[in-house]
């Protein structure tokens, strides 16, 4: 049994490895930079320290962007971990509308975990985009409206999910003031 350092440890250490080839949409930040902040405002600014929800942050975009598969995810972090990432990942065998429409469902029907992973990633894709041109960023701001649309609170809701919907709000409140600014 691994101790709670050691999983969030192997979930970076398996993040890397499979991002190593990767940037971020600015070209100069090492792709995995996104995850490991998605895991750290799940920790720090949501408060979350469940070691699962944890390791699932870091790894949330190992299944879509990489080569990993999801048999290599269950098989080191466990079914639930695998299952939250498949539900954080698009199918990219679908056209792009169709795709987005599907993932939106699969969102909506997620567990609460799930909502609060992509929650956070949103939410460092909008503070993330401050620095893109402003093609890049309406873009991610468009998709965060979408995503936010698909997880429409609910009273079913535990107060993190609630906490990082406000928090995702907030981000793109500011940003959007910004851009008028501008």
Same mark, same amino acid.
Not at 19 to 45: E, S
Not at 94 to 102: D, G, I, K, M, V
């Given at each position: 049994?691994? *101790?709670?350092?050691?999983?969030?440890?192997?979930?970076?250490?398996?993040?890397?490895?499979?991002?190593?080839? #990767? &940037?971020?949409? /600015?070209?100069?930040?090492?792709? =995995?930079?996104?995850?490991?902040?998605?895991?750290?405002?799940?920790?720090?600014?949501?408060?979350?320290?469940?070691?699962?929800?944890?390791?699932?942050?870091? $790894?949330?975009?190992?299944?879509?962007? *990489?080569?990993? /598969?999801?048999?290599?995810?269950?098989?080191?972090?466990?079914? #639930?971990?695998?299952?939250?990432?498949?539900? $954080?990942?698009? /199918?990219?065998?679908?056209?792009?509308?169709?795709?987005?429409?599907?993932?939106?469902?699969?969102?909506?029907?997620?567990?609460?975990?799930?909502?609060? &992973?992509? &929650?956070?990633?949103?939410?460092?894709?909008? *503070? /993330?985009?401050?620095?893109?041109?402003?093609?890049?960023?309406?873009? =991610?701001?468009?998709?965060?409206?979408?995503?936010?649309?698909?997880?429409?609170?609910?009273?079913?809701?535990?107060? &993190? =999910?609630?906490?990082?919907?406000? $928090?995702?709000?907030?981000?793109?409140?500011?940003?959007?003031?910004?851009?008028? #600014?501008?």
């Amino acid at each position: 049994m691994r *101790t709670f350092e050691e999983a969030v440890l192997a979930a970076v250490s398996f993040a890397a490895r499979a991002h190593r080839h #990767q &940037l971020r949409k /600015d070209g100069r930040t090492p792709y =995995v930079a996104h995850p490991l902040r998605v895991a750290l405002i799940v920790r720090h600014l949501l408060g979350c320290g469940d070691e699962e929800v944890l390791a699932a942050a870091v $790894l949330h975009d190992c299944l879509e962007d *990489t080569d990993t /598969d999801y048999d290599d995810l269950a098989a080191a972090f466990g079914e #639930q971990v695998a299952r939250w990432v498949a539900a $954080l990942s698009k /199918d990219c065998r679908l056209p792009e509308e169709q795709r987005e429409e599907a993932y939106c469902r699969q969102l909506r029907a997620a567990d609460w975990q799930v909502h609060l &992973l992509k &929650l956070a990633d949103m939410y460092d894709n909008l *503070t /993330d985009s401050a620095h893109l041109e402003p093609s890049k960023r309406a873009q =991610v701001v468009r998709k965060v409206r979408r995503y936010l649309e698909a997880l429409r609170p609910t009273s079913a809701d535990p107060p &993190l =999910v609630s906490a990082a919907r406000r $928090l995702v709000e907030q981000a793109l409140s500011q940003l959007e003031q910004h851009e008028v #600014q501008v």
